[in-house]
């Protein structure tokens, strides 16, 4: 098992026994109140009351507003029977990611300070623990800027799985009340902007994306696992600076926020003052907040860093012809965008959700000159060639993210329950052919550097010594304003 539990507000499931993985391009519609029931599942009040979930993820995104001055509550839940219980996540309005789990007299709590990320928008945040190994960790996740940070959580207790049922599945969370008007994968800044003409707050900055992995089954690395990082070039051409307020660790745009080691008596975290406890409403229902985009609950610690982007039926180029990804081993010899040839160093397999912000982007083909249609991560980069890249933007060869190539007819968002993503590994950052477009490499930065980040993400199991560090991507990578006006620029 794996993934036993997702709510993307418009699709409830949850299997103890773990989700029946469907066909990715479902999409959300029509799922209505058909969708809030898990297929061939066990019912909420058929799970023993006692039953406990002793290690796991619980995934959750959703958009941050920095200007909000009211706490913004993500998920909470209380209880008194059998035992008082209380389960809170929320932003506090200083800008504090805050989680309690209090089981008893016992509780368990993190913080995180969200001001050390530079322009926050679309976050995924992430609770791992293992309550037998007494190890948990909360994460997050600018998926914008790629920046990190992670502080372990001390007294990890074993969840109530009819809790966690009750939350996936709460009625309320449906009917996407968290999805305004717009294009899909939208988050409010880009549609307010896409309405106005503007570029989006920070969609030319430079982009940096990280993964972080916990010790799970529920991924594979062919002797390792990667990361991404990556800068971007502005309207102007140029690449910015990282924010004077973050501490950005070797060019990576990994952010740790001061994480030291905890010691046993001294309470764990990247800050020392206390952090705010959430505030949890006696005998609440359970609740999803509005800004909430995805929930989903595997029995595993799962990596939530460095994540795959490539869907395994993507024909890559290697020397002896094209081969599907998934077919692929370390060793193989890989052709790459320039003409070059190279060994793979490693692929990385990880099933993951496909709904929320990892619902996957199908490009079809023949647009972007594509021999196939294939399927990526919305934060997947794809390079773009040709004389209106070097006529805009001074470059021949840009990297753009393929969520930003949804408005073109070629690309759509494919959402659905259960995906398995690959990505290949190689000692330098580059792109290979996937189906006819260039389709970057694991961009790894500096992770190896970082053992804190390194132990969250899906390169946990390789050694630091053995992981390429990637100074710099490939090509500059474009925001969304300029990805945007290349392809309404370029016939494709």
Known sequence: MSWIGLNDRQIARFDARGIAPEGVGAGAAGAGAAGSQPRAALPENALPEDA???QGSLVVETCFDPTCKQPQILVSLARDLPWPCR???????????CWLHRQGSVSSKGALDLNLLTQPDRLRISYNWDAPARSAWLTVLDLDSGQALTTRVA???PLLLRDLARILLNPASLQGQCAATGHPGETPAERMDNQTGRPATGAATSHTELHSAGHSDSHSVSHSDGLS????GTRTNRLQQPHPRCHTAHHTGLHVGQLPEPQPDQPPGPRAEPHPEPHVEPHSEPHLGPGLRLIALSDRPEPTLMVPTLCGD?????EFGPRPVQDLRPG???????GDIAPLRALITQQLPACGWFA???LRAPFFGLHQSILVAQDHHLLLTGPDADYLFGESHLLVKARHLQHHNGARLCPGLLQTMYQLLFDDHTCVQAGGIGSESLFTGQIAAQPALLARSTLAQMPAARIPRHKHRFRPVLGRFEAETLIRATSV
């Open 229 to 232: 990082a990556s800068y971007s």
């Open 87 to 97: 389960i809170a996540l929320q932003i506090s309005e200083t800008g504090q990611l």
């Open 314 to 318: 993507a024909l890559i180029d290697t």
């Open 360 to 362: 996957p982007v199908e």
């Open 52 to 54: 406990m979930l002793c």
């Open 155 to 157: 007294h990890p207790a």
């Open 332 to 338: 193989d010899l890989i052709c790459l965008a320039g």
